[in-house]
């Protein structure tokens, strides 16, 4: 089962541009998550979107927004990028059930400069 | 609430034992477990659930103490390849994805020869 896949794997960008980055989830897998991660802040988990609905989204401002398409493909759009969004950006997806385990795509590196 | 894992690194020689702990001040559904290696995606280890269910490796074992909302991830007998950063993630509340998951900051585990 090919796992999941996100694309661009490096971009860079500057202050001021916007940014769309893709994930494709496990064939079957409804639910994706995006999270940050960076070296100060750690995981953070900014939405997940589950059947093109974002269900719930993490402490991030309205610059980062995100859809989910009828093939559970996901996309997230960061406008006005400031230089404190350089991070790795990871997808995960899983089924949409309690305690589900969450599986990681290998991450797109946002920089900008 | 980020939950707090302990210790935050650990050395550790081929073939010794390793405890690492997540504590949470919320009433946690699950806790979620993940090792990242430098430059790699997390990877899935193990989930415990609020009632007892786990689901996870074969080779890797871990508790869950839902009255002190505390885990704990037990690595015996390491090998080489356990070296990397190890994550805990929780889910609060009624769990079913829709929240995400909050990490902790991760433990630093080096395994020497």
């Known amino acids: 089962k090919a796992g999941v896949t996100q694309t661009p794997r490096y971009l860079i960008k500057t202050r001021g541009q916007q940014v769309t980055l893709s994930c494709s989830p496990i064939?079957?897998?409804?639910?994706v998550s995006w999270y940050q991660q960076t070296p100060g802040q750690g995981l953070q988990f900014l939405f997940e979107?589950?059947?093109?609905?974002?269900?719930n989204k993490g402490n991030f401002p309205g610059r980062f927004s995100g859809r989910q398409f009828s093939n559970s493909r996901s996309e997230m759009n960061v406008s006005t990028l400031e230089l404190g969004d350089s991070a790795l950006y990871l997808c995960?997806?899983?089924?949409?059930?309690?305690?589900?385990?969450?599986?990681f795509g290998p991450g797109t590196r946002l920089t900008v400069l | 609430q980020q939950p707090v894992q302990s210790p935050q690194a650990v050395i550790l020689r081929e073939g010794e034992d390793a405890v690492i702990n997540c504590s949470s001040s919320?009433?946690?559904?699950?806790v979620h477990w993940y090792r990242q290696k430098h430059g790699e995606a997390p990877v899935f280890l193990m989930i415990l659930l609020k009632g007892g269910e786990q689901k996870g490796h074969e080779k890797i074992s871990a508790s869950f103490n839902e009255k002190k909302q505390q885990s704990s991830l037990y690595l015996t007998a390491s090998q080489l390849s356990y070296s990397g950063t190890y994550f805990c993630?929780?889910?609060?509340?009624?769990?079913?994805?829709?929240?995400?998951?909050?990490f902790g900051k991760g433990t630093h585990l080096i395994i020497q020869p």
């Open positions: 064939s079957g897998h409804r639910s």
């Open positions: 979107y589950f059947s093109e609905t974002q269900r």
């Open positions: 993630g929780t889910e609060a509340g009624a769990g079913g994805g829709a929240d995400g998951l909050t």
């Open positions: 995960a997806s899983s089924l949409p059930l309690a305690g589900g385990e969450q599986f």
């Open positions: 919320k009433a946690l559904y699950s």
